[in-house]
């Protein structure tokens, strides 16, 4: 495998969430808006990068026994550190995040991306795999986050908990301008689906999309096997051409 | 034997070099934090008296060791005069720690009760922010009846309990102030 394809391959297809079902606890939970998506993601982030090349450093000095448990105190050293961090450096994140941060240590990506890639792979291979599938999960967790968002309140805000960037709240993008061409004074907030902001609505997003994805991958696949149906009566076509130009020469050999 | 021994040796290094570094992390950030939440707590105060954001307002602080709640804060307004007190109760429940503030006025009423920071689980507590707490307003310290709706949660426990004991000491230090 290559450097790219290590790197790509968490964003479509091996995605933790839409894929592998993995970190289903902070995909459901935090998603309520792209904001605390994009925070999560981007603790993950660092969390599974760094763990992965730490496991990487050290595999040839952990024996086999005690595998899992020093994984496990490495995975939770890094997350105590984003936590600091993010109680110092962010704490409406860390608000609204609250003990999800903390769970991090338990997400199976992390410790599964440890123990199948990072344990058996170099350094540079570990980091690139964690950073790919770590920006993998990010992704996913922001599809559920922009999906849920729209659908509650009409529009995706920035500002509110990540202290990056901005002041203060902006939205980054609203329904209310393209509506508003039509009809004066229109809130899309005021209709928004308020049962997406709240757990069911995780539930609910997470089906739509899966069942989008699981759609494309059927569909790509019946394309595959129309095609490869092609080729093969192409070939059998080609095949029956040449058997009767041989029993034509044949004939005309006879005669 | 040596096996053990090595076992060991590594556990004792991974663990070793864990706690360093986190230690180190804390060094850098316990300051930020710690500012972190008294800015956040005090930007409560107003909130708990329904005060304007550009109101002048000083406190008093004064911490106790052997009470149930852990402060009483006196909130004065620009003339001088106390506006009400304001005590922080923390909790220890299974799912981490609560924090409440709660706002009492000079008669003995209750102002208004905020959860100041918890970790526990964030859709509960932001269904008790949003929804619970307000039940507690306008009502005597001598006579705290609870709603039967509640949520019925470990968190909302919690703030019954600081709500109880901050009305208790109230009543038993200033409850005849306003006599």
């Given at each position: 495998?290559?450097?790219?394809?290590?790197?790509?391959?968490?964003?479509?297809?091996?995605?933790?969430?839409?894929?592998?079902?993995?970190?289903?606890?902070?995909?459901?939970?935090?998603?309520?808006?792209?904001?605390?998506?994009?925070?999560?993601?981007?603790?993950?982030?660092?969390?599974?990068?760094?763990?992965?090349?730490?496991?990487?450093?050290?595999?040839?000095?952990?024996?086999?026994?005690?595998?899992?448990?020093?994984?496990?105190?490495?995975?939770?050293?890094?997350?105590?550190?984003?936590?600091?961090?993010?109680?110092?450096?962010?704490?409406?994140?860390?608000?609204?995040?609250?003990?999800?941060?903390?769970?991090?240590?338990?997400?199976?990506?992390?410790?599964?991306?440890?123990?199948?890639?990072?344990?058996?792979?170099?350094?540079?291979?570990?980091?690139?795999?964690?950073?790919?599938?770590?920006?993998?999960?990010?992704?996913?967790?922001?599809?559920?986050?922009?999906?849920?968002?729209?659908?509650?309140?009409?529009?995706?805000?920035?500002?509110?908990?990540?202290?990056?960037?901005?002041?203060?709240?902006?939205?980054?993008?609203?329904?209310?301008w393209i509506i508003n061409l039509f009809a004066s004074d229109f809130q899309i907030s005021?209709?928004?689906?308020?049962?997406?902001?709240?757990?069911?609505?995780?539930?609910?997003?997470?089906?739509?999309?899966?069942?989008?994805?699981?759609?494309?991958?059927?569909?790509?696949?019946?394309?595959?096997?129309?095609?490869?149906?092609?080729?093969?009566?192409?070939?059998?076509?080609?095949?029956?051409?040449?058997?009767?130009?041989?029993?034509?020469?044949?004939?005309?050999?006879?005669? | 034997?040596?096996?053990?021994?090595?076992?060991?040796?590594?556990?004792?290094?991974?663990?070793?070099?864990?706690?360093?570094?986190?230690?180190?992390?804390?060094?850098?950030?316990?300051?930020?934090?710690?500012?972190?939440?008294?800015?956040?707590?005090?930007?409560?105060?107003?909130?708990?008296?329904?005060?304007?954001?550009?109101?002048?307002?000083?406190?008093?602080?004064?911490?106790?060791?052997?009470?149930?709640?852990?402060?009483?804060?006196?909130?004065?307004?620009?003339?001088?005069?106390?506006?009400?007190?304001?005590?922080?109760?923390?909790?220890?429940?299974?799912?981490?720690?609560?924090?409440?503030?709660?706002?009492?006025?000079?008669?003995?009423?209750?102002?208004?009760?905020?959860?100041?920071?918890?970790?526990?689980?964030?859709?509960?507590?932001?269904?008790?922010?949003?929804?619970?707490?307000?039940?507690?307003?306008?009502?005597?310290?001598?006579?705290?009846?609870?709603?039967?709706?509640?949520?019925?949660?470990?968190?909302?426990?919690?703030?019954?309990?600081?709500?109880?004991?901050?009305?208790?000491?109230?009543?038993?230090?200033?409850?005849?102030?306003?006599?």
């Amino acid at each position: 495998m290559s450097k790219k394809e290590n790197f790509l391959k968490g964003f479509i297809k091996e995605n933790p969430i839409f894929v592998y079902l993995l970190g289903m606890c902070p995909a459901l939970a935090v998603t309520a808006t792209f904001e605390t998506s994009l925070g999560m993601g981007l603790l993950v982030v660092f969390v599974l990068t760094l763990s992965n090349v730490v496991v990487s450093l050290f595999k040839n000095f952990i024996p086999e026994q005690v595998r899992t448990p020093s994984y496990i105190v490495i995975i939770a050293t890094f997350v105590t550190v984003v936590r600091m961090m993010t109680d110092a450096y962010a704490p409406l994140l860390a608000d609204a995040l609250g003990v999800f941060i903390p769970l991090i240590v338990v997400n199976c990506l992390i410790l599964g991306r440890a123990e199948s890639f990072a344990s058996k792979n170099k350094v540079i291979d570990s980091a690139i795999d964690g950073f790919g599938m770590a920006l993998g999960f990010t992704f996913g967790l922001i599809s559920i986050g922009v999906v849920r968002e729209l659908l509650a309140t009409g529009g995706i805000m920035y500002g509110d908990y990540l202290p990056f960037f901005v002041d203060q709240p902006i939205k980054l993008f609203t329904f209310d301008w393209i509506i508003n061409l039509f009809a004066s004074d229109f809130q899309i907030s005021d209709y928004g689906l308020a049962m997406f902001a709240l757990p069911p609505g995780a539930f609910i997003a997470l089906a739509f999309i899966l069942a989008y994805m699981q759609a494309r991958k059927n569909k790509a696949a019946k394309l595959e096997e129309e095609a490869k149906k092609k080729k093969i009566e192409e070939l059998k076509k080609a095949a029956l051409e040449l058997k009767k130009k041989a029993a034509m020469k044949k004939a005309g050999d006879a005669s | 034997m040596l096996d053990k021994l090595r076992i060991a040796i590594v556990l004792v290094v991974i663990g070793a070099v864990s706690g360093l570094t986190i230690y180190s992390v804390n060094l850098l950030t316990k300051d930020t934090i710690a500012q972190n939440r008294i800015e956040k707590e005090q930007s409560y105060y107003k909130e708990l008296f329904f005060l304007d954001s550009d109101e002048e307002v000083t406190f008093e602080v004064e911490d106790f060791d052997d009470e149930a709640i852990e402060q009483e804060i006196t909130l004065y307004n620009e003339a001088g005069d106390v506006i009400g007190y304001i005590y922080k109760g923390i909790e220890q429940n299974n799912y981490g720690e609560v924090v409440v503030l709660l706002g009492m006025n000079v008669d003995g009423t209750i102002s208004n009760v905020v959860i100041s920071s918890t970790t526990n689980t964030p859709t509960f507590v932001k269904v008790i922010r949003t929804v619970y707490l307000s039940n507690f307003q306008s009502q005597d310290a001598s006579d705290i009846t609870l709603d039967g709706n509640t949520g019925a949660t470990y968190t909302y426990t919690s703030v019954v309990h600081i709500v109880e004991d901050a009305a208790t000491y109230f009543l038993g230090h200033r409850g005849d102030q306003d006599e």
